[in-house]
C-alpha cells in the first residue's frame, strides 16, 4: 500500500523559507505513470495546488506561487520536495503532497498533511 | 487560470436522501479531466470520481458523477452517516489545475 509522509518544521518565521519532503512507501518515485505534487489548504478554506514534478525532473508550476517555489525529487531516497521562499502569513496551511497519474492528473493518494504555522 | 463554482456552498440532508452538487468551469474541459474529492474535517481529501463518471476503486457505488462541457455533477443516491463531508470538484485541463470552493454537506 503506498504511503506518502510529509515532514519539516511546522513554523516558519516571516520572510524565511518553507522546506517540506515527501517520503514515499509502497512504491517507487520512479514510476512512468505518476506526478508527485504539493498542494496546500490554509485553515477553514479550499484546495490549491502548488507545484508537481516527474521523476525526470520535468516541473510544473502554479504561476501565482512560480516565483518564490522549488519542487525536486530524489530518487534515490524515494522522495521529493517543496521549498517556499519569503514565506507570509498567508502562506500558514496545511500542506499535503500527493501523487498524480498522468493520464487524467486525478490525485489518488495523499499524504496526512502537515500544518505548517508563518509567525513571528 | 480556469475558475471551478460550486454550488451550493452548503446543504443539509438526512440518512438515506438522494442529494446532487453541481460543479462548473469558467471554460469547457475534456470530461476526462475533471475530478470529484470528499474531505472529512482534520484530513486529506480523497479521490471518489475522475474523468467526470469513472468511481474509483474501492468507492461506493451510491455515488456517481456526470456531465461534460462547463457543467458537472456529483450525486450520492443514498446518503449514508459516513458522507457528511465537504467535497471539491476539480479540474486537470491546464494548469494551474484548480479547485472548486467546495460544498459541505452536514446533518439536517
Known amino acids: 500500500q503506498l504511503q506518502l509522509q510529509e515532514s519539516g518544521p511546522g513554523l516558519v518565521k516571516p520572510s524565511e523559507t518553507l522546506s517540506l519532503t515527501c517520503s514515499v512507501s509502497g512504491g517507487s518515485i520512479s514510476s512512468s505513470s505518476y506526478y508527485w505534487g504539493w498542494l496546500r489548504q490554509p485553515p477553514g478554506k479550499g484546495l490549491q495546488w502548488i507545484a508537481s514534478i516527474y521523476y525526470s525532473g520535468n516541473t510544473y508550476y502554479n504561476p501565482s506561487l512560480k516565483s518564490r517555489v522549488t519542487i525536486s525529487v530524489d530518487t534515490s531516497k524515494n522522495h521529493f520536495s517543496l521549498e517556499l521562499r519569503s514565506v507570509t502569513v498567508a502562506d500558514t496551511a496545511v500542506y499535503y503532497c500527493?501523487?498524480?497519474?498522468?493520464?487524467?492528473?486525478?490525485?489518488?493518494?495523499w499524504g496526512q498533511g502537515i500544518l505548517v504555522t508563518v509567525s513571528s | 487560470d480556469i475558475q471551478m463554482t460550486q454550488s451550493p456552498s452548503s446543504l443539509s440532508a438526512s440518512v438515506g436522501d438522494r442529494v446532487t452538487f453541481t460543479c462548473r468551469a469558467s471554460q469547457s474541459i475534456a470530461s476526462s479531466t475533471l475530478n470529484w474529492y470528499q474531505q472529512k474535517p482534520g484530513k486529506a481529501p480523497k479521490l471518489l470520481i475522475y474523468?467526470?463518471?469513472s468511481l474509483q476503486s474501492g468507492v461506493p457505488s451510491r455515488f456517481s458523477g456526470d456531465g461534460s462541457g462547463t457543467d458537472f455533477t456529483l450525486t450520492i443516491s443514498s446518503l449514508q452517516p459516513a458522507d457528511f463531508a465537504t467535497y471539491y470538484c476539480q479540474q486537470s485541463y491546464s494548469t494551474p489545475w484548480t479547485f472548486g470552493q467546495g460544498t459541505r454537506v452536514d446533518i439536517k
Open positions: 500527493a501523487r498524480q497519474g498522468i493520464r487524467n492528473k486525478s490525485i489518488d493518494y
Open positions: 474523468a467526470a463518471s
